[in-house]
């Protein structure tokens, strides 16, 4: 064997492992060594891992897989940076509710995360503004995007350098299209929208990341519905609303959920206006839904 580098795991499939030195070179296929398949937590998609070249330096074999950082499960990536969470206005309508879940599941996993909604040509901006509005409001960068005209696109560039991000959002939003747009040279499958279920088909089979002009990363990812919460607790879910925890302090009581206790500061600013009430009403379904399995885990 050759030199031994470090790179990054940009896709897996067949039993084989792509890794990106970095520099310039096509990603080298790997195979991985018997201890590092042994590996209970296995080999993501972002591992940083360190692989010895063969004598042709277009192959090599992965020898150890670097601690992470973060990892996430669905996704499954590991080392991410940011969350890039992606909106239709139009065709399919908006799922504010899983923009909800996957901000949340993306801050507790200790990503940044931006919003950026998609196919602004398909309608009105009137249509959107508060859906932008609401995003803003709460301190996140929200971007609105058309593949097909090209608004936007500079500003996805720019929140994409220097960092390895995740595409993430349901199927149909456009991500391939926006992606195919932030980078041409990708040529990423652009999928429709079923008239029967109002939902995009999936055109993203499998978890790959995909190098950006000048420096980072993006995860082109599978559409997915359904976001596992079950392991926060509860007090955790106010901490990933970023608006809802800068008026948590005022509260009378520490452990204070927001939700029934008396002189609840949280509940004060929604009264006033200063916390998007669509925002606090996906807080109270989330905080239910985690009570639930709370509850379902001690049965």
């Not at 803003?136 to 097909?148: D, E, N, W």
């Not at 090209?150 to 299209?177: D, H, I, N, Y």
């Not at 082109?220 to 955790?236: A, H, N, Q, R, Y």
């Amino acid at each position: 064997m050759g030199a031994r580098i470090k790179a990054k795991v940009v896709r897996i499939a067949g039993g084989l492992c792509w890794a990106d030195p970095g520099d310039g070179r096509e990603p080298i296929q790997c195979l991985a060594r018997g201890k590092v398949k042994k590996r209970a937590e296995g080999v993501m998609v972002g591992d940083e891992v360190m692989v010895s070249l063969a004598g042709d330096d277009a192959t090599g074999v992965l020898e150890e897989v670097l601690p992470r950082r973060n990892q996430l499960a669905r996704p499954a990536v590991a080392n991410c940076d940011q969350a890039v969470v992606v909106c239709s206005v139009s065709q399919p309508s908006p799922n504010v509710s899983l923009v909800e879940r996957i901000l949340v599941q993306a801050l507790y996993q200790g990503l940044q995360a931006c919003v950026v909604f998609t196919k602004a040509d398909l309608a009105p901006e009137s249509d959107y503004a508060h859906l932008v509005e609401t995003y803003r409001g709460a301190g996140f960068t929200t971007l609105v995007t058309s593949a097909r005209t090209g608004r936007g696109v500079p500003e996805v560039r720019k929140v994409l350098q220097g960092v390895t991000s995740v595409f993430a959002g349901p199927s149909g939003a456009g991500k391939s299209a926006l992606l195919n747009a932030v980078h041409p040279g990708y040529g990423l499958v652009e999928g429709d929208v079923s008239r029967k279920i109002g939902r995009g088909r999936h055109t993203t089979r499998e978890v790959r990341l995909l190098p950006l002009d000048g420096s980072g990363y993006v995860a082109d990812t599978p559409g997915f519905s359904v976001l596992d919460i079950s392991t926060m607790e509860l007090p955790e879910l106010a901490q990933v609303y970023p608006d809802i925890r800068r008026h948590a302090e005022g509260c009378r009581f520490t452990g204070c959920l927001h939700q029934a206790e008396p002189d609840c500061a949280v509940k004060k600013a929604v009264e006033e206006g200063l916390i998007n009430p669509v925002r606090y009403e996906h807080y109270t379904v989330l905080l239910d839904e985690l009570r639930q399995m709370h509850r379902d885990r001690y049965r």
